[in-house]
């Protein structure tokens, strides 16, 4: 009887506290779900900005040098220098001018004396005492003459061409390959790069190509000038892709009367692509995927998380916008993302 009662009592008491931890359970699983901060987000209207980096070229390079070889007299030009249009940048040995000009003159003396033959030869025609026959070998010999003149003016014009050396463009020294006395070669002797306007080329992803168009203006900047910007304008769009980056040239036409933007410097190009409808979060609600570049962010939904990988666009100050992951009017998880896993449920601060 009494080891009854003992069981009856043990199993009391067992009954009490099975009750007991039941009733704990809501509360202690409760407690430890996480609590985290959300922020309802929209759609807005973003306007498309297209950063690219840039390399800056001349508007044009000569290479100036001689057609033939021949040996330096004198350069008066070294690199850096500005030189205007037209201006001698180099003077070669004249040692062969003289034998041309002597050829020219021997060919104006042919065509002069064969004019007057011809002239006879004519008039005699015209009184009866010369022959057709005779007034046509006049007019070849004639024609052969003017062409050997013409042909000695250009020869002369071509060694003084080649002898005396001026820069076709306006813009500075890049390069002086040789000096006085030596023999020209494979190289020019001195490089001219026009530099005012200069050409800014960068490359553009083609799903961008029909938003670029000539002449839409572009703001540029550069390392050496900090935040100061520097505008131009869209002056060739390349007809063809790139097949192995899959983008394509665009040039940029810029003044550079000061000549403060030297080619090669490195900057970035920023064109106005139009506006956009895009969901736009705080820049707290974007996560990092460990080990990987993936960017993410939780989203809430019936008082679970999960996490979404998203493409980020711009940022906008204290916002990112989102190309994709999260759609119009969904909550994002801003703070305390450290203690979230997918999938798991939340408690909402408010």
Known sequence: MKTKIQLASLLTITLFASSCSEKK??????????????????????????????????????????STPNRIKEIKVDEGFNVSKGEIVAILDDVNITSYEIQLANAKANLDNVQQ??????????????????????????????NSLAAAERTLKNVKENTILVSPISGVVTARNYDPGDMTGALPIITVAQVNPLKIIINVPETELSKISKGMPATITFDTYGDESFTGHVTMVSPTVDTNTRTFGVEIGLTNSNGRILPGMFGRVKLDLGHANHVVVPDRAIVKQPGSANQYVYVYKNGKVNYSKVDLGQRLGNTYELLSGVEDGDSVVITGQNKLANGMAVNISE
């Not at 209207?45 to 100036?64: H, L, M, R, S």
């Not at 002239?119 to 003017?146: C, H, P, W, Y």
């Open 25 to 66: 359970t809501g509360p202690v699983e409760e407690e430890n779900k996480p609590t985290v901060k959300v922020e309802k987000v929209f759609n807005r209207d973003v306007v498309q900005v297209g950063t690219y980096t840039a390399t800056v070229e001349p508007e044009q390079i000569n290479n100036i040098s001689s």
């Open 117 to 146: 033959n011809y002239d006879r030869a004519v008039k005699l025609l015209e009184i009866g005492g010369g022959t057709q026959q005779n007034v046509d070998q006049m007019k070849l010999q004639l024609t052969n003459a003017q």
